[in-house]
């Protein structure tokens, strides 16, 4: 079964500096993997996937993603932090098919002006 | 189209009553998911339905929880009787049939059992 871990609960970064939100994952056939983003109030909202192609994915808001097959990784980065990406961000992974995603427990963003 | 529509955005009830969740989806998609989102837990998957067929419901935590669609613009989730750990948000989403094709979520039921 396919499964994603967020192994930081909280990532801190001072407004203006990269920032990295990392997620790994398991799935036993190719990964097709998802990053979204929580407000508070609000539902998720979808920023970015990988299908295939090129490893480096470009989303909203000036994330991107970059996907790694050998170390089964697909962290989350942005090269200049705003305070307004202050959220809770959810890594999921779907193993192909018409399969549910899976997320992992989420990562909360504090970015500090 | 204006997206997932839930409702209602939050519901206080008594312990042993029950309580109902409505969705409505995305006009066309033929996915639609029910999940619960808790500090403990994060995002669990609850059941989700395929063109208005129920799939998988391992995720229903107990029979006092139950999911229908009737149609393909409409879903809703009861539980009965209500007990405070079921206080949570609820989030319902939907999607367009393959495995490229990323889930739009509602904006939750904020669920409070007292």
């Known amino acids: 079964a396919q499964s994603v871990a967020q192994p930081e609960d909280q990532v801190n970064v001072a407004e203006g500096n990269p920032l990295t939100v990392k997620c790994t994952y398991s799935?036993?056939?190719?990964?097709?993997l998802f990053w979204y983003v929580q407000y508070p109030n609000r539902g998720l909202q979808f920023l970015l996937k990988y299908i295939t192609g090129d490893n480096l994915v470009k989303g909203s808001y000036g994330f991107e993603a970059e996907f790694n097959k050998s170390q089964t990784s697909f962290h989350l980065k942005k090269p200049s932090a705003l305070v307004s990406d202050s959220a809770l961000y959810f890594c999921a992974v779907r193993e192909g098919g018409n399969t549910p995603l899976v997320f992992g427990k989420g990562t909360r963003l504090s970015v500090i002006a | 189209d204006a997206g997932v529509i839930q409702s209602p955005r939050h519901e206080v009830t008594e312990m042993g009553q029950e309580v109902t969740l409505r969705c409505k989806p995305i006009?066309?998609?033929?996915?639609l998911f029910w999940y619960r989102q808790t500090m403990m837990r994060g995002l669990e998957l609850l059941i989700y339905f395929n063109n208005n067929v129920p799939i998988d419901d391992s995720g229903m935590p107990e029979d006092r929880f139950s999911a229908k669609m009737p149609n393909a613009s409409f879903s809703t989730l009861k539980i009965q009787p209500s007990e405070p750990r079921d206080s949570a948000v609820y989030f319902c989403?939907?999607?367009?049939?393959?495995?490229?094709?990323?889930?739009?979520f509602g904006q939750g039921t904020r669920l409070t059992v007292v």
């Open positions: 799935v036993s056939g190719n990964p097709y």
């Open positions: 989403a939907s999607s367009l049939l393959g495995a490229e094709g990323q889930a739009f």
């Open positions: 006009s066309g998609h033929d996915y």
